[in-house]
């Protein structure tokens, strides 16, 4: 029991850290996090994805910049919606290699002394270093969980999200692109599933629009900003 209960609260805080630091505020700049918080999410985003802010954050403003179009670096139109939810993990990596997109697309982002020196620089060890913490803690299965662990984002996030939220769902307005809302599978991932909306207002950090819709990724905003660890821009 407290193997899922560990795994279920650190896909979580792994789903948080992508959808409030990268997505939210260095991506899209609608919010900035009290530099304890974003520590905490850049820390952990090392230790479980081994991605890089400004690749991730390049990629995704290039997806906006050619979305479901020929640039598009992982359009379910243009490569299949099959490749995507499946390889959009390999997508995302294959974009991120045209280090001169990355630069171009990753303005504004963190760029301090351990952005630099152990997040970029040694962007993989993180994710080695979390093998050995759920071996030590789980022996065997810590194995198991750290494999789900690694497959959590590159589905949800790099698959479903990128796939079938621009295949499947309905929509509360009208796009160049082909966006989609799915609820209520959408509080899996944070909010991010209320894809629609967010392409709507890009900068916009509350992807809710409709009442019975649930951004979680928003009550967490919410939250933080009352206690004064974060602040709308």
Known sequence: MIELIYLLVTTHFTILSVTLYLHRS?????????????????????????????????????????????????????????????????????????????????????????????????????????????????????????????????????????GLGHWFGYRNGQTKDFSRNIFPLDFIVGGELLHNNHHLAPANPKFKVKWYELDIGWIYCVVLCKLRLATLR
């Open 26 to 162: 260095q991506a899209h700049k609608g919010i900035d996090f009290h530099p304890i918080i974003s520590h905490a999410m850049r820390f952990w985003l090392w230790l479980t994805t081994g991605m890089v802010t400004k690749e991730w954050v390049a990629v995704h403003r290039l997806h906006h910049r050619h979305c479901d179009k020929a640039n598009d670096p992982h359009s379910p139109h243009v490569y299949g919606i099959l490749n995507v939810l499946f390889k959009g993990a390999w997508l995302y990596n294959n974009a991120a290699k045209d280090t001169q997109m990355v630069e171009q697309y990753s303005a504004g982002t963190v760029n301090d002394w351990i952005e630099k020196n152990l997040y970029s620089k040694y962007s993989l060890h993180g994710i080695i270093a979390l093998l050995i913490i759920n071996t030590l803690l789980f022996q065997g299965w810590g194995i198991l969980i750290w494999l789900i662990q690694m497959a959590w984002i590159p589905f949800w996030a790099a698959g479903v999200v990128n």
